[in-house]
């Protein structure tokens, strides 16, 4: 069983990709989390955007979309304290969610699941083996 998570303290951080603006939120606790190496695996859920503003960012009402989409797959995968949310970017049309992951295979079965969902990407779990 990983060490329980760190209270989260977020850093907002305003940049670009190429030509396009970056909107990246960071969770900074875990800077100093001395057991990261218990959740050693990366987790990418990309959620396309469907309204969408100037430069390619989500419209407002689509901002409030994204928040209850990712609030419903963040309370699924933080079961257990087996994923701590590590950064949302939100650009070129879409909102990347990316955690760190203790089990694969419990992130797995969600990305089997997300497979289902045309607006749900999940880039696959990425990451060192415990072992190593």
Same mark, same amino acid.
């Given at each position: 069983?990983?060490?329980?998570?760190?209270?989260?303290?977020? *850093?907002?951080?305003?940049?670009?990709?190429? @030509?396009?603006?970056?909107?990246?939120?960071?969770? *900074?606790?875990?800077? #100093?989390? *001395?057991?990261?190496?218990?959740?050693?695996?990366?987790?990418?859920?990309?959620?396309?955007?469907?309204?969408?503003?100037?430069?390619?960012?989500?419209?407002?009402?689509?901002?409030?979309?994204?928040?209850?989409?990712? @609030?419903?797959? #963040?309370?699924?995968?933080? &079961?257990?304290?087996?994923?701590?949310?590590?950064?949302?970017?939100?650009?070129?049309?879409?909102?990347?969610?990316?955690?760190?992951?203790?089990?694969?295979?419990?992130?797995?079965?969600?990305?089997?699941? &997300?497979?289902?969902?045309?607006?749900?990407?999940?880039?696959?779990?990425?990451?060192?083996?415990?072992?190593?």
């Amino acid at each position: 069983m990983p060490a329980p998570p760190p209270s989260p303290f977020y *850093s907002l951080i305003t940049t670009s990709l190429g @030509d396009k603006p970056a909107i990246v939120v960071v969770n *900074s606790a875990l800077r #100093t989390f *001395s057991h990261r190496p218990q959740y050693p695996w990366h987790l990418r859920v990309t959620i396309a955007c469907k309204l969408l503003g100037d430069n390619e960012m989500p419209t407002t009402e689509e901002l409030e979309s994204l928040r209850a989409v990712e @609030d419903e797959i #963040t309370s699924k995968l933080s &079961a257990d304290d087996n994923v701590i949310f590590l950064a949302r970017v939100t650009a070129l049309g879409e909102q990347a969610l990316i955690f760190r992951v203790s089990d694969p295979e419990v992130a797995n079965a969600m990305r089997r699941a &997300a497979g289902q969902s045309p607006a749900l990407r999940v880039r696959g779990i990425h990451g060192g083996s415990r072992g190593g």
